[in-house]
């Protein structure tokens, strides 16, 4: 895949693509300070490998460190360490967004569908007994769960992976749904 280079942190990344971004050293030139470069999102934490480009400093995200990055909200922090007493000063931060890859070989799968295939995996070994012990999946902890209650749950995620898929339907093919407020008169 092509190299996408920036001077400036990108508002949005494609997942499994190539990122090169250059950030300007102002009054921290590659010279005489190391940069660091921070990302932290859903499931990653993660430095970029820092080499000089002039003053300025250059960062290197590979197709394999981005291919994993889950679509979302991502934060990234620009650290400059004077390379003589260690000191580390914050230059920059922010928020960028990851887009789903279209090209990927691996579907995405959002989180709410990991909850329901966690839900029915788990609902298809226990439900034959009336209340579980104590499980927990992506972080929601269930306790004494009656089955009905896993069955609700079930119900739930499954209505919450329909309003997943359709938006992602309605991205992929560009088409927007207007929203109509109806009322109804007796």
């Given at each position: ?6 001077t ?11 990122q ?17 470069l ?16 002039g ?23 620009f ?17 960028f967004?990851v ?22 995996d788990?609902?298809s ?13 992506d ?30 339907t ?12 109806t009322?109804?008169?007796?």
């Open positions: 895949m092509a190299v996408t280079a920036v400036s942190f990108p508002a949005t990344i494609m997942a499994g693509t190539t090169r971004i250059t950030l300007p050293a102002g009054s921290y030139p590659a010279t005489t300070w190391t940069g660091h921070g990302i932290f999102g859903e499931g990653v934490d993660r430095r970029a490998s820092w080499s000089a480009s003053s300025d400093h250059a960062f290197v995200f590979t197709h394999g460190d981005t291919e994993a990055w889950v679509p979302g909200e991502y934060r990234w922090h650290v400059a360490e004077e390379q003589a007493t260690n000191e580390r000063i914050q230059v920059d931060g922010g928020i967004y887009t789903r890859n279209p090209l990927a070989k691996v579907p995405y799968v959002s989180p709410n569908e990991r909850m329901l295939k966690a839900l029915r788990y609902q070994g226990r439900m034959e007994q009336d209340a579980a012990e104590t499980f927990s999946i972080g929601q902890s269930f306790t004494h769960t009656s089955a009905r209650e896993i069955s609700r749950q079930v119900r739930i995620y499954e209505a919450k992976v329909k309003i997943d898929r359709d938006r992602e309605r991205r992929a093919t560009g088409t927007t749904r207007r929203m109509v407020k009322t109804f008169i007796n």
